[in-house]
C-alpha cells in the first residue's frame, strides 16, 4: 500500500476494485464499494469516515497489512477544504458531465431545505419553467387540494418535455419520479434545513407575506399541532432516507445528493447555462 508520506492518493475505479493513483503508482484495492467507500492518504493528519453514515473517529494509526485491512479503513485529510474538494470532484462532477443538459428536474428535500428556492434558481440557470408543488396542493384558505386532483394535475405537468418541480409528496411522488431525468436531493443537517424553517416562518408571520393562492402563515397556525415545524421534525428522517435509497436505485433517475448550501454553489457552478 501506499505510504503516508504520498502527496495526493486520488481513486479511480476499475471494474469491482479501487485504484489509488498518484503521478507515479497504482496500487489497487480490491473490494471496495465504488459508490461510497473511499481512501484519501496526505501526510500524517489522518481521519476514518464512514461516508454513509457521517460518523467519524480519529485512528490509531494507518495499518500497512493486508488488502482486507485497507478495505474497512476510509482516511482522508482533516480540513474541510480537503473535504468539499473531495464532494466537489468525486460527487458532484460526475453528475453534472452525465446530465450536461438536463430537462426535467425533481427538487427534493424535507420542509425548509430551500426546494423552492433553489428551483427558481435553476429555473433562471437552465431556461425551465418551474411550477411551485405548493400552488397545486392549495386553495385559499388553507383547503388543501384532494390526492387525486392534485394527482391529475401533476400529471399534466410531467406529461410536458421540460419542467422542474420543488416537491414530490405521498399520493403521487411516483409521478415525477418516473419522468425525471435528474433528482436534485437537498440533504442537509437537521439543523440547518430547522433553522432555515424557523427563520422562513417567523418572517412570513410577522410580514402577513402571502403564499400558496393567498394563504398566510399565522401564530395560530405555527403554534396547532399542524404546524409546518411539527411537520419538519416528523418528516426528517424519512425525507433522508427516501432520497437516499433512490440514489442507490437502479431504475431510478440519476440523483444528485447536496449536504450543504455551499456544495449546491458548487455543482450549480458546473451546471450549463442556458
Given at each position: 500500500?501506499?505510504?503516508?508520506a504520498a ?126 408543488v405548493d ?122 445528493l447536496l ?16
Amino acid at each position: 500500500m501506499p505510504s503516508r508520506a504520498a502527496t495526493c492518493w486520488h481513486w479511480a475505479s476499475a471494474s469491482d476494485s479501487i485504484q489509488l493513483v498518484d503521478d507515479a503508482n497504482t496500487v489497487t484495492v480490491a473490494g471496495l464499494d465504488e459508490g461510497r467507500d473511499w481512501c484519501w492518504i496526505k501526510e500524517s493528519s489522518l481521519l476514518t469516515e464512514n461516508v454513509a453514515t457521517d460518523e467519524s473517529r480519529r485512528p490509531g494509526r494507518c495499518h500497512r497489512g493486508a488488502e482486507g485491512e485497507w478495505v474497512r479503513q476510509y482516511v482522508m485529510e482533516v480540513t474541510l477544504a480537503e473535504r468539499a474538494a473531495y464532494d466537489k470532484r468525486f460527487f458532484l462532477a460526475s453528475y453534472a458531465a452525465a446530465m450536461s443538459a438536463p430537462r426535467r428536474i425533481l427538487i427534493y428535500g424535507v420542509y425548509g431545505s430551500g426546494k423552492s428556492t433553489l428551483a427558481a434558481r435553476m429555473a433562471e440557470h437552465l431556461g425551465l419553467p418551474c411550477y411551485p408543488v405548493d400552488d397545486l396542493l392549495w386553495e385559499p384558505g388553507w383547503v388543501e387540494v384532494p390526492v387525486a386532483q392534485q394527482r391529475s394535475r401533476i400529471e399534466e405537468i410531467c406529461r410536458r418535455d421540460r419542467w422542474i418541480v420543488d416537491g414530490a409528496y405521498h399520493g403521487w411522488r411516483d409521478v415525477p419520479l418516473a419522468r425525471a431525468d435528474l433528482v436534485v436531493g437537498l440533504d442537509y443537517p437537521r439543523w440547518c434545513s430547522f433553522g432555515r424553517l424557523l427563520r422562513r416562518t417567523v418572517r412570513r408571520v410577522l410580514t402577513g407575506e402571502e403564499i400558496c393562492n393567498g394563504n398566510r402563515e399565522t401564530l395560530g397556525s405555527v403554534l396547532s399541532p399542524d404546524s409546518i415545524l411539527v411537520w419538519h421534525v416528523t418528516a426528517f428522517g424519512r425525507a433522508r432516507r427516501r432520497m437516499r435509497a433512490w440514489q442507490t436505485d437502479p431504475s431510478a433517475p440519476p440523483v444528485v445528493l447536496l449536504r450543504s448550501p455551499a456544495e449546491l454553489d458548487d455543482w450549480m457552478t458546473s451546471l450549463p447555462r442556458r
